[in-house]
């Protein structure tokens, strides 16, 4: 008995792990999570609808019950930041997540790797591709290296770029790629093709999708292939849009209620006409059918079927383009110099021939096809000739007029349903009313008996996904979303919120009314709402590194896109006109600003004790004042008169290149620097310098010369000091003291006192040897003292005004006939002793060594003017007289001196 008992406990327990696990299980539920991008403000041409297709993926997500986030117009480091934050959510959320990327844009394929810019990219040549944009292999490896369930992503950027012209252009669209297991990848366009630019608010894909979400009961396969089917029906076949998945676990994004409408087409009639023969259908159905099953072989099987139709020009277009990707898919994982000959020979022109010829040159091989290599094999045969007219270009586009396709027929309802009547012309939406925020589009309500799968986890705070089918709120939501951009447009106010789920701002009074509106937006990443953060924080003058506003779109003060100027508010003034007033420094509570730390109050702590160019200050007699009242207003010393509202401001009187007001006023300068300038009886007011006052030597004004302080000194402008020598005249003494100093010799007293000397002109000082003559003696005395022999003691007089006027002249020798003669070398060793020093140490001592010192530097090599070349003649040394040396007498051994 006690044995059953504990069998029947252990049961008991076994039980209620099992239902606790499953509670836990049911209670965890499917995670959905949702990152979405749209950039459209690139530099090089703007995209209209990327941003809008954007917010339409995103809204209709997360009436799915994604937990979306989502941005517009990022840079690179935005992001991959802001993917990388969101990648961390999906590692956390489990291994049952649903995954789903939407990004909208400019896609470009560069060597195999497709890649997503950010509208900071700047593509000049086909190497800044893997530099400037995201490559998608960095968004599909991280996510096949998760355990979740279902990866979707969805690039709608096969478009045309503006990229400037190459000389080796990269092949238009995107390459054709292989997904992961358990991903979906999904082209807005098959590979080597690109989509026309939408010109409705909403690009033809995006809706095309959203419309396919909300259909409720579809499966993957179904939503994507409709969605093919519908953007070649609206864009007239100019787009074919491409997915491949290798997802095996079912998923649908909305359930069908079992009273729902019964469709139009059954899943058994459906499921029948994609095994059926492409032959067993008329001419306008096989093609579509080959256009629902989108390969290679069922376009081929059409062309069998109808080689005459006029399809059969489009589905040969369609399949060329599909041929070369494989064609180029499979020489890009051989990537071996063979591969590429292999390619170049079926496509010499193709759009893939410079992408092959650049590998190529990184394997330092021929860049053309040699005649004997080994030709890999491919999946697919060589393109018959009439295939090479489609991709022997770097783009292909289905609406060339060059090739005049004909329309395609309209869709039979076997294969595609016609859209919801509220779905087919979408409003477009609200311009975004803050940086980074996707658009919020007008929400379309689902009908009642589509509803998101009970097993999944309701995302956080998502009036949508809650309201789906309540018209109520909905119309209200929509309503205050196009009042408040309109409101923000008109009257921005006052008591901005920020709030921390979305990143978005809200006023004073959207806690009530305005909360739905506020969490039917899409959440901005945590990184951007940072960014967006310190964007609203910063003045206007310092948000740099932001991104303009979109041409077109109104500028919401406050709330504009980044990089944009902020428009200052104007406060109206008690008259009802806009004031112009200016804030000044401390106004409004701010602080004043700081120099060495302190507050510069009226430029006392400023550096030097100088002012900078001020408007309102300006440089007068009776002091600096201070401007007040409406900019613009010139406050000259005449305070409390109504005329100073009409005047303008003037620019100062500046001396010696500065402002009159810096610090002293010029007048005090001038008399600290010219003590004798200025006289008290006439108001230490100088007169005006003449050319007649710096020749007769005054430094500036005499002090008896004084102007009378009239009401003409008042009108008097600053000039320029007169400057002798690069100085100025009144800080330095005259040239004629300089002169009388350097050279008295040259002045007698006799004419220090006259008259006449102030009517002289100055004269060029000469020169000795390129140096002026008054820093040394002078000419005559420097001449005199090395030739003493040659002046006579009749010329020694003084210096008279004719003998300044008399010329020195050139001594003759001894054959001429003035003057006696000179012994120039005997005269040199008398007037110049020591200039053989060297010579005369050696001959006393012999035994030493003269150190010279070494000089460090290169002697200067001076490069004077030429001095005229003289012929020197030696005169005959004359043999002097050797006198008689008296002997010496009176010492031991020398006889007696004679007395």
Same mark, same amino acid.
């Not at 050139?810 to 005269?827: F, H, S, Y």
């Given at each position: 008995?006690?044995?059953?008992?504990?069998?029947?406990?252990?049961?008991?327990?076994?039980?209620?792990?099992?239902?606790?696990?499953?509670?836990?299980?049911?209670?965890?539920?499917?995670?959905?999570?949702?990152?979405?991008?749209?950039?459209?403000?690139?530099?090089?041409?703007?995209?209209?609808?990327?941003?809008?297709?954007?917010?339409?993926?995103?809204?209709?997500?997360?009436?799915?019950?994604?937990?979306?986030?989502?941005?517009?117009?990022?840079?690179?480091?935005?992001?991959?930041?802001?993917?990388?934050?969101?990648?961390?959510?999906?590692?956390?959320?489990?291994?049952?997540?649903?995954?789903?990327?939407?990004?909208?844009?400019?896609?470009?394929?560069?060597?195999?790797?497709?890649?997503?810019?950010?509208?900071?990219?700047?593509?000049?040549?086909?190497?800044?591709? @893997?530099?400037?944009?995201?490559?998608?292999?960095?968004?599909?490896?991280?996510?096949?290296?998760?355990?979740?369930?279902?990866?979707?992503?969805?690039?709608?950027?096969?478009?045309?770029?503006?990229?400037?012209?190459?000389?080796?252009?990269?092949?238009?669209?995107?390459?054709?790629?292989?997904?992961?297991?358990?991903?979906?990848?999904?082209?807005?366009?098959?590979?080597?093709?690109?989509?026309?630019?939408?010109?409705?608010?909403?690009?033809?894909?995006?809706?095309?999708?959203?419309?396919?979400?909300?259909?409720?009961?579809?499966?993957?396969?179904?939503?994507?292939?409709?969605?093919?089917?519908?953007?070649?029906?609206?864009?007239?076949?100019?787009?074919?849009?491409?997915?491949?998945?290798?997802?095996?676990?079912?998923?649908?994004?909305?359930?069908?209620?079992?009273?729902?409408?019964?469709?139009?087409?059954?899943?058994?009639?459906?499921?029948?006409?994609?095994?059926?023969?492409?032959?067993?259908?008329?001419?306008?159905?096989?093609?579509?059918?080959?256009?629902?099953?989108?390969?290679?072989?069922?376009?081929?099987?059409?062309? $069998?079927?109808?080689?005459?139709?006029?399809?059969?020009?489009?589905?040969?277009?369609?399949?060329?383009?599909?041929?070369?990707?494989?064609?180029?898919?499979?020489?890009?994982?051989?990537?071996?110099?063979?591969?590429?000959?292999?390619?170049?020979?079926?496509?010499?022109?193709?759009?893939?021939?410079?992408?092959?010829?650049?590998?190529?040159?990184?394997?330092?091989?021929?860049?053309?096809?040699?005649?004997?290599?080994?030709?890999?094999?491919?999946?697919?045969?060589?393109?018959?000739?009439?295939?090479?007219?489609?991709?022997?270009?770097?783009?292909?586009?289905?609406?060339?007029?060059?090739?005049?396709?004909?329309?395609?027929? @309209?869709?039979?309802?076997?294969?595609?349903?016609?859209?919801?009547?509220?779905?087919?012309?979408?409003?477009?939406?609200?311009?975004?009313?803050?940086?980074?925020?996707?658009?919020?589009?007008?929400?379309?309500?689902?009908?009642?008996?589509?509803?998101?799968?009970?097993?999944?986890?309701?995302?956080?705070?998502?009036?949508?996904?809650?309201?789906?089918?309540?018209?109520?709120?909905?119309?209200?939501?929509?309503?205050?979303?196009?009042?408040?951009?309109?409101?923000?447009?008109?009257?921005?106010?006052?008591? $901005?919120?920020?709030?921390?789920?979305?990143?978005?701002?809200?006023?004073?009074?959207?806690?009530?009314?305005?909360?739905?509106?506020?969490?039917?937006?899409?959440?901005?990443?945590?990184?951007?709402?940072?960014?967006?953060?310190?964007?609203?924080?910063?003045?206007?003058?310092?948000?740099?590194?932001?991104?303009? @506003?979109?041409?077109?779109?109104?500028?919401?003060?406050?709330?504009?896109? @980044?990089?944009?100027?902020?428009?200052?508010?104007?406060?109206?003034?008690?008259?009802?006109?806009?004031?112009?007033?200016?804030?000044?420094?401390?106004?409004?509570?701010?602080?004043?600003?700081? $120099?060495?730390?302190?507050?510069?109050?009226?430029?006392?702590?400023?550096?030097?004790?100088?002012?900078?160019?001020?408007?309102?200050?300006?440089?007068?007699?009776?002091?600096?004042?201070?401007?007040?009242?409406?900019?613009?207003?010139?406050?000259?010393?005449?305070?409390?008169?109504?005329?100073?509202?009409?005047?303008?401001?003037?620019?100062?009187?500046?001396?010696?290149?500065?402002?009159?007001?810096?610090?002293?006023?010029?007048?005090?300068?001038?008399?600290?620097?010219?003590?004798?300038?200025?006289?008290?009886?006439?108001?230490?007011?100088?007169?005006?310098?003449?050319?007649?006052?710096?020749?007769?030597?005054?430094?500036?004004?005499?002090?008896?010369?004084?102007?009378?302080?009239?009401?003409?000194?008042?009108?008097?402008?600053?000039?320029?000091?007169?400057?002798?020598?690069?100085?100025?005249?009144?800080?330095?003494?005259?040239?004629?003291?300089?002169?009388?100093?350097?050279?008295?010799?040259?002045?007698?007293?006799?004419?220090?006192?006259?008259?006449?000397?102030?009517?002289?002109?100055?004269?060029?000082?000469?020169?000795?040897?390129?140096?002026?003559?008054?820093?040394?003696?002078?000419?005559?005395?420097?001449?005199?003292?090395?030739?003493?022999?040659?002046?006579?003691?009749?010329?020694?007089?003084?210096?008279?005004?004719?003998?300044?006027?008399?010329?020195?002249?050139?001594?003759?020798?001894?054959?001429?006939?003035?003057?006696?003669?000179?012994?120039?070398?005997?005269?040199?060793?008398?007037?110049?002793?020591?200039?053989?020093?060297?010579?005369?140490?050696?001959?006393?001592?012999?035994?030493?060594?003269?150190?010279?010192?070494?000089?460090?530097?290169?002697?200067?090599?001076?490069?004077?003017?030429?001095?005229?070349?003289?012929?020197?003649?030696?005169?005959?040394?004359?043999?002097?007289?050797?006198?008689?040396?008296?002997?010496?007498?009176?010492?031991?051994?020398?006889?007696?001196?004679?007395?």
């Amino acid at each position: 008995m006690r044995t059953l008992q504990k069998l029947l406990g252990l049961v008991v327990v076994l039980i209620f792990f099992a239902v606790s696990s499953a509670t836990g299980a049911l209670a965890q539920g499917e995670k959905r999570l949702a990152f979405v991008m749209g950039n459209g403000a690139y530099k090089t041409g703007e995209l209209a609808t990327a941003a809008n297709d954007a917010g339409l993926i995103a809204q209709t997500l997360q009436a799915a019950g994604f937990d979306v986030v989502g941005a517009r117009d990022v840079d690179q480091d935005s992001l991959r930041g802001a993917f990388r934050d969101f990648m961390g959510k999906v590692s956390a959320a489990g291994p049952d997540a649903i995954v789903f990327v939407y990004l909208a844009g400019h896609g470009v394929q560069f060597e195999g790797e497709n890649y997503f810019l950010p509208v900071d990219a700047q593509i000049a040549n086909p190497n800044d591709v @893997p530099l400037q944009a995201m490559r998608l292999s960095d968004i599909t490896k991280p996510l096949s290296g998760l355990s979740t369930k279902v990866n979707i992503v969805v690039l709608d950027a096969a478009r045309p770029n503006a990229f400037p012209k190459m000389s080796q252009p990269l092949a238009g669209g995107l390459a054709l790629v292989d997904p992961d297991p358990n991903m979906l990848i999904a082209f807005n366009a098959a590979p080597g093709t690109v989509a026309p630019e939408g010109k409705g608010p909403y690009g033809a894909y995006a809706q095309a999708l959203a419309e396919m979400i909300r259909e409720g009961g579809l499966s993957l396969d179904e939503v994507f292939d409709r969605t093919r089917l519908r953007v070649n029906e609206v864009t007239q076949g100019a787009e074919v849009p491409w997915n491949a998945s290798k997802i095996t676990t079912p998923f649908i994004f909305f359930d069908r209620a079992a009273d729902a409408p019964a469709p139009k087409v059954s899943e058994a009639e459906s499921r029948s006409n994609r095994t059926r023969a492409i032959r067993d259908f008329n001419a306008h159905d096989a093609y579509v059918a080959a256009l629902d099953r989108d390969t290679l072989s069922g376009y081929q099987e059409f062309l $069998v079927a109808y080689p005459h139709d006029p399809m059969a020009k489009r589905v040969r277009a369609i399949i060329a383009a599909r041929r070369e990707a494989i064609t180029w898919r499979e020489t890009w994982l051989q990537d071996t110099p063979e591969a590429y000959w292999s390619y170049l020979e079926r496509y010499p022109h193709g759009p893939h021939a410079w992408d092959a010829r650049r590998r190529l040159e990184h394997f330092d091989a021929a860049l053309e096809p040699p005649e004997e290599f080994t030709v890999i094999v491919y999946d697919v045969p060589p393109p018959p000739e009439e295939e090479i007219i489609y991709v022997d270009r770097p783009v292909l586009y289905f609406d060339d007029p060059d090739f005049d396709f004909e329309p395609p027929p @309209p869709i039979a309802v076997i294969f595609l349903p016609p859209p919801p009547p509220d779905f087919v012309v979408l409003e477009p939406p609200p311009p975004p009313i803050d940086i980074f925020v996707l658009p919020t589009p007008v929400f379309v309500p689902i009908p009642v008996f589509i509803n998101p799968p009970r097993h999944i986890v309701r995302p956080p705070n998502d009036i949508i996904f809650n309201n789906i089918h309540n018209t109520t709120v909905i119309n209200n939501i929509n309503t205050t979303i196009k009042n408040e951009t309109i409101n923000q447009a008109v009257q921005p106010s006052a008591g $901005v919120q920020v709030d921390r789920s979305t990143g978005q701002k809200t006023t004073g009074g959207a806690v009530g009314a305005r909360a739905d509106a506020m969490a039917a937006k899409v959440a901005l990443p945590p990184l951007l709402q940072k960014r967006a953060a310190k964007f609203r924080q910063a003045p206007s003058n310092q948000q740099q590194g932001a991104l303009p @506003p979109k041409p077109g779109q109104r500028v919401i003060q406050g709330q504009q896109q @980044p990089g944009a100027a902020t428009p200052q508010p104007e406060t109206p003034s008690r008259t009802g006109k806009l004031s112009t007033d200016h804030a000044l420094p401390g106004a409004n509570g701010k602080r004043l600003p700081l $120099v060495n730390g302190k507050p510069a109050l009226d430029g006392q702590n400023l550096p030097g004790n100088k002012l900078r160019k001020q408007p309102g200050r300006q440089g007068i007699p009776g002091g600096n004042q201070e401007a007040t009242g409406n900019a613009g207003a010139a406050v000259t010393g005449e305070q409390g008169t109504g005329q100073r509202k009409g005047k303008k401001l003037r620019k100062l009187p500046t001396v010696n290149g500065m402002p009159a007001d810096n610090g002293q006023n010029a007048q005090e300068k001038f008399r600290q620097n010219n003590p004798k300038a200025l006289s008290d009886r006439n108001n230490g007011k100088p007169r005006k310098l003449t050319r007649k006052d710096l020749s007769a030597g005054q430094s500036v004004v005499e002090p008896n010369d004084q102007g009378s302080a009239g009401a003409r000194e008042k009108g008097r402008k600053f000039r320029k000091l007169p400057a002798v020598n690069g100085m100025p005249a009144e800080s330095r003494p005259s040239v004629r003291e300089r002169f009388r100093r350097n050279n008295p010799d040259v002045f007698s007293d006799e004419n220090q006192g006259s008259a006449n000397a102030k009517n002289r002109k100055f004269r060029r000082l000469p020169t000795v040897n390129g140096e002026p003559a008054d820093n040394e003696p002078s000419i005559q005395k420097r001449l005199r003292r090395n030739n003493p022999t040659v002046f006579s003691d009749e010329n020694q007089g003084s210096v008279s005004g004719n003998d300044r006027r008399k010329m020195l002249r050139r001594l003759q020798n001894e054959e001429g006939t003035a003057g006696p003669e000179v012994n120039v070398q005997r005269n040199f060793k008398v007037n110049r002793p020591h200039e053989n020093a060297q010579r005369q140490f050696r001959q006393e001592r012999p035994n030493e060594q003269v150190l010279r010192p070494q000089r460090s530097e290169p002697r200067p090599e001076f490069r004077a003017q030429p001095r005229p070349q003289m012929q020197e003649r030696r005169l005959p040394q004359q043999q002097q007289p050797q006198l008689k040396r008296k002997p010496s007498c009176g010492q031991e051994g020398e006889p007696a001196c004679n007395q």
